[in-house]
């Protein structure tokens, strides 16, 4: 069976109305990194970090996965199709795509803010400030903020490597080590980047860039690819 990496990013679900970042309107135009998303943030003003992850997670059980979540589930009948995605909801297992991997950890789970290791599933979407671990300190979203290591990178560019078709779905590769990911990619493999954006993507070798939103797109590849494969 082939094997199809997929790297996705907000892109993919701003159809299930999650906003993205760094689009007109997006996250980090209303907030500031440096306010919600870093250690030191954390430690200045947990109240207001908390509350930024209980609002995010409380959008999250209001919306659904959309088509090109559904589209990456049905490629499972005909490929080996691997999933590493930035994003922190959970869209991907609720289409029901078997294999994902988080890059920057996930909404629905907190962790100790002593011991990484000590990762909890949040009962419902609000942690409050006073929760702890059973080591005793304060529970914290289980994301990785700007600054912070991102420990699944290694295992991310292995996979990447073995890769026999990479898509690329809905991000602006702003961000690293994430966006770096590609050049892991073996000479040779088809890439496929499906963002409706304009990006400067020249570094990206014989990439094809489909330039509609993650929905039409990823359902039209799927069809080519599962009519191919
Ligand atoms: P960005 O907000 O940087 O980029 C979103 C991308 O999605 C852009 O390239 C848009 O063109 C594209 N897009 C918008 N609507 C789309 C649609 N309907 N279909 C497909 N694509 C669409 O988001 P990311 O690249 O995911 O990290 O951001 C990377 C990381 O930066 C995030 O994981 C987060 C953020 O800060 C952390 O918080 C650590």
């Known amino acids: 069976m082939k094997r199809i990496v997929v790297l996705t990013g907000a892109g993919i679900s701003a159809e299930s109305g999650i906003s993205t970042f760094r689009d007109s309107g997006g996250l980090w135009e209303k907030y500031d990194i440096m306010e919600v998303a870093t250690p030191e943030a954390w430690e200045r003003d947990p109240e207001l970090v908390n509350q930024f992850y209980n609002q995010r997670r ?32 959970d869209l991907h297992e609720r289409a029901g795509s078997s294999k994902v991997m988080h890059l920057h950890g996930e909404l629905k789970k907190v962790r100790s803010s002593v011991d990484d290791s000590l990762v909890y599933d949040l009962d419902g979407w609000e942690l409050k400030i006073g929760e702890k671990c ?57 890439v496929y980047l499906i963002d409706p954006g304009e990006m400067n993507v020249s570094h990206i070798a014989g990439v094809k860039h489909i330039r509609e939103k993650a929905g039409a797109g990823t359902r039209k590849l799927a069809d080519k690819l599962l009519q191919k494969g």
């Open 58 to 89: 409380k959008q999250l059980y209001e919306v659904e996965p959309n088509q090109a979540h559904y589209a990456l589930v049905e490629l499972e009948k005909k490929y080996d199709v691997r999933i590493i995605t930035q994003n922190i909801d």
């Open 134 to 190: 059973e080591l005793g300190s304060q529970l914290r979203p289980h994301v990785v903020w700007f600054g912070e290591p991102v420990p699944m990178i290694p295992a991310a560019a292995d996979l990447t490597n073995t890769a026999d078709i990479y898509l690329i779905i809905g991000t602006s590769l702003n961000v690293y080590p994430a966006a770096g990911l590609v050049s892991y990619v073996r000479p040779g493999t088809p």
